[in-house]
Structure formats: structure tokens, C-alpha cells
């Protein structure tokens, strides 16, 4: 759960969210030529948020959030525009869960309750498990059957064990983040008009 209560201001939008995946890892190449890869814990988002020229009254909102999260210290949720929110052209219309307990490390579980022959995720669409922060990324699309079961392929590994019938996130999901520096600047020109940009990263 994020610290601070409501979302990030989504008004005014950001004229762009530029997402990265970041995947701490390290390769390490013998004289033979072959690779030794190891990757250490789990892919996280960073995210810049750019804005086009807007008056002090737009911005003002936008800096009194970023001074309650007091720099970095204070996480909180944030929905994207489009990011956020799945590409499926069928998806379910009901409340997708997990079909059976999964433990912290796999990389797939199976679901139920998707309705029959639903796209539950596109490849690439972000999602999240209701008993906890962290978000994932669907590696393929994931398309139930007749009996409204799927199975669910994600980037990573689960960071929290997740029980039987944890409801999931599919759309509109919200990043639990902070804002990754101590300081955060803006530009103010003649008549107000104002410029704004703010990197942000995920925690859990």
C-alpha cells in the first residue's frame, strides 16, 4: 500500500510517459567467449513524465503532490494515461482470480473467472494481484477457454506469495512509486507559462 492516500494528479496530462524496464543484472564473459548472466531480484518501471507548457494555476496541483511526497520519501499510486490500461479488444467482464496459490519466484499462474474465450492481457499489457503493490507485464497474450480458465505468463517472478482467488488488476492498473530525486525543478517564463518534467520509480 502506497503512503500517501490518492493518486498522482492526472489533470493536467503528461504530454508523454516514458516507461523503462529495469532489470539489475550482470554478464560476465570468460576468455572462451562464453557468458555468465546473472540477474538479481526483480524488474522494476522507471517513469518520465514530460508536460507541454501550461499556466501556474495547471502546475500549481502538480507541485503541492510532489511536496507531500517530500522528495523521494513518500510512495504513491499513480495511473498512466494509456500505460496503465490493457490494449485487449475482448476482454473480461468480470473480476479475473488466481485459480490456485502461487509462491514468491514463478513466472506464471493459472486464472478463472475470465468468462469463456476472453483475451484477458495482450502481450505487454501491465497488471497487478490485489494482495500486493507490484506490477507485471504479460508476456504473450493470454486468451481463456471455453470454461473461462487462462493461463498467464509475466515478466520476472512474483515478489509475494499470492493465494487462492486473489482477485487481479487488468486495466486501469495503478504503479505504486516515488519520485526518484530529492530535487525536482521548474521552469517559469514571462506571462507564467511554466515547463515541468518528473521521473519517478517503482516500489513495493
Known amino acids: 500500500m502506497a503512503d500517501l492516500a490518492g493518486y498522482y494528479p492526472n489533470n493536467p496530462a503528461p504530454l508523454s510517459v516514458d516507461v523503462t524496464a529495469v532489470t539489475p543484472s550482470s554478464v560476465t564473459n570468460s576468455l572462451s567467449g562464453k557468458s555468465f548472466r546473472v540477474a538479481y531480484g526483480a524488474t522494476y518501471y522507471e517513469a518520465d513524465l514530460k508536460y507541454t507548457n501550461m499556466t501556474l494555476r495547471e502546475m500549481r496541483p502538480l507541485q503541492g503532490f510532489i511536496s507531500q511526497a517530500f522528495g523521494p520519501t513518500f510512495s504513491f499510486e499513480v495511473v ?3 500505460v496503465s490500461f490493457s490494449t485487449s479488444i475482448n476482454p473480461p467482464s468480470t473480476t479475473v482470480r488466481t485459480s490456485a496459490a502461487f509462491t514468491r519466484g514463478v513466472k506464471s499462474v493459472t486464472l478463472e473467472n475470465c468468462g469463456a474465450s476472453k483475451e484477458v492481457l495482450n502481450g505487454g499489457d501491465y497488471f497487478k494481484f490485489n494482495n500486493h503493490s507490484k506490477v507485471y507485464q504479460a508476456t504473450n497474450q493470454c486468451v481463456s477457454n471455453g470454461a473461462g480458465a487462462a493461463t498467464l505468463y509475466f515478466a520476472g517472478s512474483l515478489v509475494n506469495d499470492v493465494p487462492n482467488d486473489t482477485n487481479l488488476t487488468i486495466t486501469t492498473v495503478p504503479f505504486t ?10 521552469s517559469t517564463g514571462i506571462g507564467g507559462i511554466s515547463t515541468f518534467s518528473v521521473k519517478m520509480r517503482e516500489v513495493w
Do not use: E, L, R
Open 177 to 186: 512509486m516515488i519520485f526518484d530525486s530529492a530535487n525536482q525543478s521548474t
Open 80 to 82: 498512466f494515461p494509456q
